[in-house]
């Protein structure tokens, strides 16, 4: 399995927003950038959609599975899977210190966006056989 940098952690914890683009049903073109606030649990990066789980971007990033994502201009190839309840309190927790006094953050804390909690991972790069 492949696991962030710290320096990937660091970026992706420093910015505000991380733009996910999951693959459409074609399985290699990009969909259309969707911002989200990505955050840091550990050596994990989550995101939620605020429209739960009937979000089109949701859908299809656990459909597909894969894709990327965008930080502060910087692109990396990713896989999404759906996270469950998997560090619930501590994604609730990492909201509130990352954008403290929002008012978004009871409604990223709210039973529908948790239910579409999604983990990033960065995806292996192909491999080549000669």
């Not at 599975?65 to 501590?90: I, K, L, T």
């Amino acid at each position: 399995m492949n696991e962030w940098s710290a320096d990937q952690l660091t970026k992706i914890a420093s910015e505000n927003y991380l733009y996910v683009s999951p693959f459409r049903e074609d399985g290699t073109t990009y969909g259309k950038p969707t911002q989200t606030w990505a955050l840091v649990v550990g050596d994990n990066v989550y995101v939620r959609a605020a429209n739960g789980p009937q979000s089109r971007w949701y859908q299809a990033a656990v459909t597909q599975g894969a894709g990327r994502v965008r930080v502060a201009g910087q692109f990396w190839e990713v896989m999404f899977e759906a996270a469950g309840n998997v560090d619930e309190a501590a994604i609730d927790l990492a909201y509130e210190s990352k954008y403290p006094g929002s008012s978004a953050v009871p409604i990223m804390q709210g039973k529908g966006p948790k239910a579409a909690s999604v983990r990033i991972t960065p995806r292996p790069a192909p491999s080549h056989v000669e």
